[in-house]
């Protein structure tokens, strides 16, 4: 049956790294004492079956200057016009959670549709966002452009487990935000799962070590153990901020290197 599926190419855009991270502000339980490899940040977009769709938006360099400690490489729109996608004329947005580093700079997607995760819209403009522990990572700015766009008839809801496109599906994972999606895309190598921020780092999937940032800790741990057993091989379910991403997936062009990777490609050994 999934021989009539498009296959997609999936690019991974590196638009912003964090050099290094505490353990302790990384991993629930971790060391505040001990230093490692931080985290990258990512857009993606999904190409095929005649169709572009881009996951997730990023932040903005204003974003970064009120947040400190990343280091902001360029505009998620400049990677993308790096691999010939001009994000005025993108009509497909998927947005896996709202916080800041996944729903910046929506005004670069002026004709695209933004499709949301029912329970996030509900989370961010309600009573969770009264616990200063669950609005942490959430710009209320974000927040307000998000309802701009519902309101102008430019936003989509889905929920629960579905298919967006032929060989694309979602997950409603939760755990690590309210409405935590991941995305399955078929590509040569099979369905590869753009885990998002279910999975941040390659580390809390293989050695179950719970994120420090959560809305629901139970949910979040399960959503690893649903998440390894979806993928085929571990090297089909991709975290959301993992260093390794960019080592191990080769680059869309030979000029971009660490800059933009192919997730549909086999990883190197
Ligand atoms: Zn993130």
Redesign the pocket.
């Known amino acids: 049956m999934t021989e009539a599926l498009p296959t997609y190419r999936i690019y991974a855009i590196r638009y912003a790294a964090q050099p290094q991270r505490r353990e302790g502000e990384t991993f629930l339980g971790g060391d505040h004492g001990k230093w490692i490899p931080g985290?990258d940040?990512f857009t993606w977009a999904i190409e095929g079956g005649g169709r572009t769709i881009v996951v997730?938006t990023g932040f903005t360099r204003e974003t970064n200057e009120r947040r400190p400690g990343r280091d902001w490489l360029f505009r998620p729109k400049e990677g993308l016009a790096r691999v010939g996608i001009d994000a005025a004329k993108v009509e497909e947005v998927i947005l896996t959670?709202a916080?800041?580093?996944?729903v910046g700079a929506l005004d670069d997607y002026p004709n695209a549709t933004f499709w949301m995760p029912d329970r996030e819209m509900h989370s961010i403009t309600g009573r969770d966002m009264t616990h200063p522990f669950f609005r942490v990572?959430y710009e209320a700015e974000d927040v307000c452009d998000l309802v701009r766009l519902a309101h102008r008839g430019r936003m989509r809801f889905y929920d629960g487990d579905g298919e967006y496109a032929p060989g694309i599906r979602w997950h409603l994972i939760g755990g690590?935000a309210r409405g935590q999606m991941a995305l399955s895309v078929w590509t040569e190598r099979g369905w590869v799962i753009l885990a998002?921020?279910a999975v941040?780092l390659y580390e809390e999937t293989q050695k179950e070590r719970p994120f420090s940032i959560f809305h629901d800790l139970q949910a979040m741990i399960e959503g690893y153990r649903r998440l390894n057993a979806m993928a085929a091989t571990p090297d089909h379910l991709i975290p959301?901020?993992d260093p390794l991403v960019t080592q191990r997936f080769p680059a869309a062009a030979p000029d971009l290197e660490g800059v933009v990777v192919r997730l549909d490609l086999a990883p190197s050994a």
């Open positions: 985290l940040f997730d959670h916080h800041f580093d996944h990572a690590h998002s921020d941040h959301g901020h």
